[in-house]
């Protein structure tokens, strides 16, 4: 465990003995393009204690409780080339929000604190509007051009121009940098990889999840079309990723299940994810990374046993993971999904790549199985050897819950932390806590979490 999430979990050991977590009534403006992004149970958590809380985003559905701004980029005055033209589009944003922020200055608001994302520029000229405020940002990751994701798969090489762009393209990091009073990164690799003379005004924080609604559940079961049913008595893969990449290792897996379906002969395999690009390049020739790869596989999969999902409603996502026999998770050296921290709450036997963000929460043998990412072998053996013994594993999976609840919890671990660096940041004292009515009086419609 990293130094920060350490100082994080005393924290709110503290808060949870002396009571001084509760906020006193404030003003809250978060900004994060796609809402509420990675601040799903903050932002919930303080609409229901009945703080005001305005939010600036580019998509965003309505909902009570919350004042949602929509901004569109201001329109680019120049033309876009391969350098510049990321850097222009963030700015276009920044100043989009900016002008909100005037109109909300006008009309008398004023924020307590301002904490958004910046990884796309939105809050590079917020402490221009509001100098005085101050402003807690989300440094998510850090781009290098060797010892991280760029250089890691040779199936894809890089070209020097890429090296080039990848140093303009910190150009929003660095800006954002010097724009924050403070930061705040999910994971303890994460914020390495900021140079070193910014990490300690990060601090090392996790979104949080929620353990009480993600855990084991022995009923679980699914539908899929065609009238067929799996529950935990069924050999079941799971995978899950925001969208089917190599990024998330949807590659090595695909190579490794001409074998597993042939060696587990009642094995079916449930892949969850859209179709589109999150994180590197589109595929060569084709619209896909599924057509991509099945289009080098050819008839080598038993595809009568591989289900794609695509993109699932929450509640049905869990129940993939709760009735699962075997997880993959496979990533490149880059950001930790939540999809992994999810699947150990939920109790699964997980594999996962032996790179440095899985390695930061899983101990190979004690909380999940660890394989080489390129290793498709070796994870073929994996997964065959966990499906023909699975009550062999329930010590690993019962640790993988444990590490989850004891460090990743939300309600016990991560928003206490959160909001005690709020505390921090914005120098207010705890007042007295409102009774269970006065603070329910604002609840409304849980917000949809995206992983």
Known sequence: MGDGLQVALLIAELGRCFGFLTLPDMKFLFVHQNFPGQYLHLVQHLRDEGHEVVFITQHGSSVSGIRLLEYLPLPQNSSLDRYMGEIETNVMNGLAVARLCEGLKRDGFVPDIVIGHCGWGEV?????????????????????????????????????????????????????????????????????????????QISVIHEGIDTERVRPE????????????????????????????????FHILMRALPRILSERQNARVL??????????????????????????????????????VGKLPYEQYLAVLQLSSVHVYLTYPFVLSWSLLEAMAAGCLVIGSRT????????????????????????????????????????????????VVSQFDLKSACLPAHLALIRRLTGTASPPRRSRAERGRNKAEALVPVR
């Open 124 to 200: 590079i000229f917020v402490k221009d509007v509001w100098p005085s405020a101050p402003l807690l940002g989300y440094f998510e990751f850090f781009y290098r051009a060797t010892g991280s994701d760029l250089d890691f798969d040779n199936e894809f090489p890089t070209s020097p121009d890429d090296v080039l762009r990848l140093r303009v393209r910190n150009t929003t990091n660095l800006l954002s940098l010097d724009a924050a009073d403070w930061g705040q990164t999910p994971t303890q690799w994460q914020r390495d990889q900021y140079p070193e003379r910014y990490r300690d």
């Open 218 to 249: 022995a009923s679980a079961r699914l539908w899929l079309q065609g009238g067929i049913s799996l529950s935990r008595d069924d050999e079941v893969v799971t995978y899950s990723a925001r969208n089917l990449e190599p990024y998330r290792g």
């Open 271 to 308: 892949i969850v994810g859209s179709d589109g690009v999150s994180y590197g390049r589109r595929p060569p020739d084709t619209a896909t990374w599924r057509q991509y790869m099945m289009r080098e596989l050819g008839g080598s999969i038993d595809m009568s046993r591989v289900h794609f």
């Open 356 to 403: 440095p963000p899985v390695e930061e929460v899983m101990i190979d043998g004690k909380n999940g199985l660890l394989v080489d990412f390129f290793d498709v072998e070796g994870l073929a053996d994996r997964v065959c050897s966990v499906l023909a013994d699975r009550a062999a594993n329930s010590a690993i999976r019962e640790a993988a819950r444990k590490v």
